[in-house]
């Protein structure tokens, strides 16, 4: 697994894949999955041993408001799950970040799980990939172009005069307004009046 050693901290660790989705999750603070408010639970510290015997898990917390006790993963598809999150999380980027896909093989290779688990992973992350709201964003290949609208002028740029300098004439695109398509391979297009240069800062 020697790609995970240059990878983010959350893709490598389990602690770490836990905060990373929690702040992904809960932008305003922790939401109780049981009553709904946010903000208001506090975090369990975790022990390792207790007197009782008891172990509290790690990432558990407790809201204020009902009672009731959660972790970030309650009602996703890590909820319960044996494999460590921050495999799930490693699974989610090798899927999304591939410009082909990923196998069940590959990643099995990769996240040094079972190929069972990994195809099980892959199912359940292109599931969810299926669903609001993720669905209505482009996915899979995605092509992106842009055009120029406006009237064509008259003379065309080969046509210079003698004596006259390239930089006197206008630009090719003066006076043309800018529209960007975004293709997903598949059909699917959005197109976006784009304000200002073509660069890929605002293409982005
Ligand atoms: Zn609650």
Redesign the pocket.
Known sequence: MSQADILAPHFTDAEKAREFLEAQRWPDGPV??????IG??YKLTPKATSKKGTHVRRGLWK??????E?TVTVGTIFEDSHIPLHKWLFAYHLLCASKKGMSAHQLHRMLGITYRSAWFMAHRIRYTMSQEPLSSKLTGVIKMDETYIGGKRKFGPQSIKPGERQKDRPHPFAGKETVVSVLQRGGRVQSHHLRGRVTSENLR
């Open positions: 109780c999955p049981h009553c709904g408010l208001e639970a809201c204020a408001g009902c009672r009731k959660f």
